[in-house]
T-cell receptor, first 116, second 111 residues
Framework: GAVVSQHPSWVICKSGTSVKIECRSL??????MFWYRQFPKQSLMLMAT?????????EQGVEKDKFLINHASLTLSTLTVTSAHPEDSSFYIC????????????FGPGTRLTVL | KQEVTQIPAALSVPEGENLVLNCSFT??????LQWFRQDPGKGLTSLLL?????REQTSGRLNASLDKSSGRSTLYIAASQPGDSATYLC??????????FGSGTRLLVRP
């Protein structure tokens, strides 16, 4: 159990377009989901915490108007990169927890975004 | 602000060798510490999770220890195999229940 999927696994887009990434908990209900970004050969950096039915909490330095997060159900959170630019190219990974933020986070396989 | 450091950044060993990966953190007020494995271009696989009240956890050839007071954890891999080649990430859950990751150790086990 505790499988998290992401779609798409990779995406290439032109500068200025918007890209939506989905994160789904397949066999459990996730009260909270997290979005991370990982640049090449660097570690994961938390971007935001997403709670079902409420606004996401963004980490310092992350633009909430650029990275739109929607957690409409207990099994789905989406991250939309608006007006993407080459510097947004990165590996985006989500994680989900069952009950509270102290629980084990189950990670998705990641989405590779390349902005041309 | 919690900072997590992993040493070494990269490691290359011959097959069969026992090895130790190190992780240190600056704030001892952690909820738990977790070791992950990441293969190139892939997501994370959780290896071991140590609660703040625990000293170590074991799973197969892996053993992780935690010394919260000194801000250190080690991941011990016994009898390394080429399939162990990956990046190993250490992460602490801080007092606000957020995971703070180290930059990882890239391990190569040579046949």
């Amino acid at each position: 159990g505790a499988v998290v999927s992401q779609h798409p696994s990779w995406v290439i887009c032109k500068s200025g377009t918007s890209v939506k990434i989905e994160c789904r908990s397949l066999d459990f209900q996730a009260t909270t989901m997290f979005w991370y970004r990982q640049f090449p050969k660097q570690s994961l950096m938390l971007m935001a915490t997403s709670n079902e039915g409420s606004k996401a909490t963004y980490e310092q330095g992350v633009e909430k108007d650029k990275f739109l997060i929607n957690h409409a159900s207990l099994t789905l959170s989406t991250l939309t990169v608006t007006s993407a630019h080459p510097e947004d190219s990165s590996f985006y990974i989500c994680s989900a927890v069952r009950h509270s933020t102290t629980d084990t986070q189950y990670f998705g396989p990641g989405t590779r975004l390349t902005v041309l | 602000k919690q900072e997590v450091t992993q040493i070494p950044a990269a490691l290359s060993v011959p097959e069969g060798e026992n090895l130790v990966l190190n992780c240190s953190f600056t704030d001892s007020a952690i909820y738990n510490l977790q070791w992950f494995r990441q293969d190139p271009g892939k997501g994370l696989t959780s290896l071991l999770l140590i609660q703040s009240s625990q000293r170590e956890q074991t799973s197969g050839r892996l053993n992780a220890s935690l010394d919260k007071s000194s801000g250190r954890s080690t991941l011990y891999i016994a009898a390394s195999q080429p399939g162990d080649s990956a990046t190993y990430l250490c992460a602490v859950m801080d007092s606000s229940y957020k995971l703070i990751f180290g930059s990882g150790t890239r391990l190569l086990v040579r046949p």
